[in-house]
Structure formats: C-alpha cells, structure tokens
C-alpha cells in the first residue's frame, strides 16, 4: 500500500518512530497531486510553505513537542479563509481576494501541527451539488473521471479519495460534505449547528452552513472534529458545549443500541443497489445486539422545498457585500457608481450564484415574504420537531446519503431541478441542526462508492463515531 493511502494514525506511528519524515511526506503528496492534476481538485497548491513546514514538524515530533495532528497533510476547501492567501469561493468576483487574517478552524489545526497543503475547488460560493459551477473549472470523481465527485465539496472529497491529502476540511449547508462523501467514497461529518466556529468561513445560507472534515477513516474524521470543535467567542452562533474525546467512543460495541431507519428515506426514487447496501449494513448491526426500529418522520417531504427557500433568503442577503466597491473584481467598463455594481455583479458571479440570488431576492420581497419565507420557516420547525421526537425514541437514524451515487459530469447541469433533488436525504438534517455523518458502505455494478448516512441528537458526534466505526471495522458494508 502506497503510503499517501494510509490513515492518519499510522502515518503518525512511522513518524513517531522516525520511519517517516513529515518532509518526504508532503513531497509524496504535491507528487500526487502534479500526476492527478487532471482531477481539478485544488484551485492552489502550497508547495513551498507545506515544505517549510513539514520540516519545522519533523523538529517538534524529534524533540517530543509535536501536537495533536503533527504530519497530518490537509487540505482547506476554498471558502474559508486564510491569511496571506487567496480565497475565491470558486468565483470570479473574488479571483483577487486574500485575506488578511485566518479563520478560527485554521488557526486551530496549525496549533496542532498539522500541515496545510493547498485550497481545494468548490461550486461557486458553495452553490451546487456536483462541483462544476466553479469558475476554475469543474472537479472530477477519482472513481471515475466522467462523473462529478459531488459538492459542493467536491474538490476536498475527490483529494482525500485520491490520495492528494490525508484529510480535508469541507462545509455543509445542505449535504455539501456527505453528499461528496458519500460520491468519492470517503468519510465525511457534518456536525451540530454551533459545534465548529464558523468564523473565518464566507456565507452562504448562515442559519444552515457548517465547517466539518473529511477523510479516509473514522478514527481521522474523529480526530480531526476534536481539533476544531470548540467555543469561539468571534462566532455568536458556537456553542459553549464541552468537546468530549471522540477516540473514546471508537471500537465500542453497538449492542443494545436502538437504531431508527425512517421509512420516508427508503420510498420511490432511491435506487435499488443503493437500497440493498443499507438493509446489508442495517442486517449486520442487528446480528452484532443492536434493535431496528422503523419510524416516521412526516414533514421530511417538504424538506427540498423549505431549504431552497431559505437558503437562497439568506445567500441573496450575504451576497450583496460584493459588489465592486470594497474588495474582490470590479468591472473595468463602469462609468458611474450604478453601473459599476451592475457590471461587476452580472460579470463576477456564475449563472448558479445569480439563479440562487434572483430566487431568494423574490422570496423575501413585499407581498411574497409571508407566502414563502415564513412559511418555509414554519416548515423547518415542523421538521425540526419530527427529528426531535424520533430521536427521543432511538440513538441514531441510519439512512442513505443520496438516492444515487455519481451521475456523470454536465448530466444535471442545466437541470436546476434535478440537480437540487441530489441533496433530498441531507437537508433535512442542516434545517434542523442535526450531527451527520456519510460512511462508504459498498460499491456499485460500476464500481462508484455507495454512502450510508448516520443521523444523531444535537452534539452526540461520539455516537456517530460510534456506530461508524463499528460498521467500518467489523466490514459490515
């Protein structure tokens, strides 16, 4: 096995033991990422710096000071930002933006050794479900590189699932972190609301994004929340919950647990390779002492319909601070105040972002906020109420993560409605602020990863954890 394929963990324990450089690391992976660069998965690489560092790394592990995640080579999706670095979200209005401070997740995974290796590409501020609509080009599945790696993290799902980085931070406003997961046949975890500071990331829909990490393990992705999770006094919406040791809850038993499998995720349009895994998975569990439990979650079908009318609300409201006048593109061809945000809006932003802007503008206008927005708003609590109930009922809810896996690229392109209803099994979870987790459970006919979603109370990550890593090393799937 190459070493660019192995967890965290065991890379730490060659490097602990000095069979294993930090250095020779990194350049294994900017190696990997110059022979997949057809995969378009970063939008910058940080060559020179991750060398830099690894070798100041490579000084603390030998002087016995290294920290929590010394050597682990991540990637940083292109929406959070980072000091003295571009951060374009994909687009063009901000092609030029480097920002002059760093985002709390940032500064905490670089107090903890690890070692920054490039910004990977994303749609358009975070608008989409395949990666495409960014404007550096659209990012490919390693699987197969006909098909999209989904999104909107497509690109930090398709570098962990290539080998380009070893983890990867993403964010999730509707799925985009499972949902890519579950394509690239990676590990990815949406936390709690609250649970990661979202300071330092750029909005999308702020009631509903989130910060969260993907990787080829559980016991990485378990380590890589404890890194970031936390309190955040710059962030009003953090949580001052205590941040419990996720190693705690790995190589646990699942006997006795109650597991819940909502009948509403397993109806008409998921697909029938997909819908087997999960019974393989929900089968084994039950062998291994846990008991399933059917139950119903009856608002979920109005789930697509309230989160797009929320989430463009709130985009259409985050996005008119770019405008031309204080940072990111400006359009050369105004000639007075008027045009120039016009031109620099109609030239800067992609026909996905304008689509989400125009939507969200009419929902919220006069004569219309209360026949949509409010409406959508009342839906999100009837939904969150329904989570709230069966959760009381059951520790976890075990669903897919999409009800296929990855579609070819340009195929939903120019279908906005079909494009949104990839993301019907995971926003849901967003408008009611629940932890999520997507773990690769089988493969395909053709060979493309098969996601399995894990669902659980406010702040239980530890039982995603949980239940995942018992599926993963027991090969449940």
């Known amino acids: 096995m190459h070493l660019t394929e192995l967890a965290y963990t065991q890379l730490r324990r060659k490097l602990d033991r000095s069979e294993l450089s ?25 060559e020179d710096n991750a060398r830099q560092r690894a070798i100041e790394i490579d000084n603390r592990i030998a002087g016995g000071q290294a920290g929590m995640l010394a ?127 979202r300071f330092g990331l750029v909005a999308f829909a702020s009631s509903l994004d989130q910060i ?71 089968e084994s569990l039950a062998r291994r002492g846990a008991e399933i439990v059917e139950v119903s979650l009856p608002n979920l079908e109005y789930a697509i319909s309230a989160y797009y009318i929320i989430a463009t609300a709130e985009a259409s409201s985050n996005l008119e601070r770019f405008d ?46 209360d026949a949509y927005y409010r409406k959508a708003m009342q839906v999100r609590t009837l939904i969150k109420n329904d989570f709230d109930r069966v959760l009381e009922q059951v520790d976890c809810l075990i669903t897919p993560t999409s009800p296929t896996t990855a579609f070819k690229l340009e195929e939903k392109l120019d279908d906005p409605l079909q494009m949104y209803l990839s993301d019907i099994y995971t926003v849901s979870v967003n408008l009611a602020g629940l932890p999520a987790l997507s773990l690769p459970c089988a493969k395909d006919h053709q060979g493309l990863p098969v996601g399995i979603q894990f669902i659980a109370k406010p702040f239980d990550e530890g039982m995603l954890f949980r239940i995942a890593d018992h599926v993963e090393g027991n090969h449940t799937c």
């Open 22 to 46: 930090c250095e020779k690391l990194v350049d294994l992976y900017i190696e990997n990422i110059h022979e997949q660069e057809s995969l378009n998965a970063y939008i910058t690489v940080f």
């Open 212 to 282: 969260g990490p993907l990787s080829q393990t559980v016991s990485d992705n378990a380590l890589l929340l404890k890194s970031i999770a936390g309190y955040d006094p710059n962030d009003s919406t953090c949580a001052n919950v205590a941040v419990p040791d996720y190693g705690s809850f790995l190589q646990q038993e699942v006997r006795g647990l109650k597991i819940g499998k909502p009948v509403e995720y397993f109806s008409q349009g998921l697909d029938p390779e997909i819908n087997r895994a999960i019974e393989n998975v929900l």
């Open 324 to 369: 031309g006048a204080r940072y990111g593109f400006r359009s050369a061809g105004a000639k007075n105040l008027e045009e120039m945000y016009v031109k620099s809006r109609s030239e800067g932003f992609g026909p996905e972002v304008k689509r989400r802007i125009m939507l969200g503008t009419f929902v919220l206008s006069s004569g219309y906020y």
């Open 71 to 197: 050597g682990m080579v991540v990637a940083i999706k292109d929406n959070i930002v980072m000091k003295g670095v571009p951060t374009t979200c994909g687009s063009k209005i901000l092609s030029n933006f480097v920002p002059p401070y760093d985002a709390t997740v940032i500064r905490k995974l670089l107090e903890q050794d690890a070692i920054l290796i490039g910004k990977t590409n994303l749609d358009e501020f975070a608008m989409g479900s395949s990666t495409e609509t960014s404007n550096f080009g659209a990012t490919r599945n390693p699987h197969d590189a006909d098909r999209v790696p989904g999104g909107s993290s497509g690109g930090s799902a398709s570098a962990v699932a290539a080998g380009l980085c070893c983890g990867a931070l993403g964010s999730d406003t509707g799925g985009s972190i499972r949902q890519p997961a579950s394509f690239c046949g990676v590990v990815g975890l949406k936390p709690t609301y609250g649970r990661v500071s």
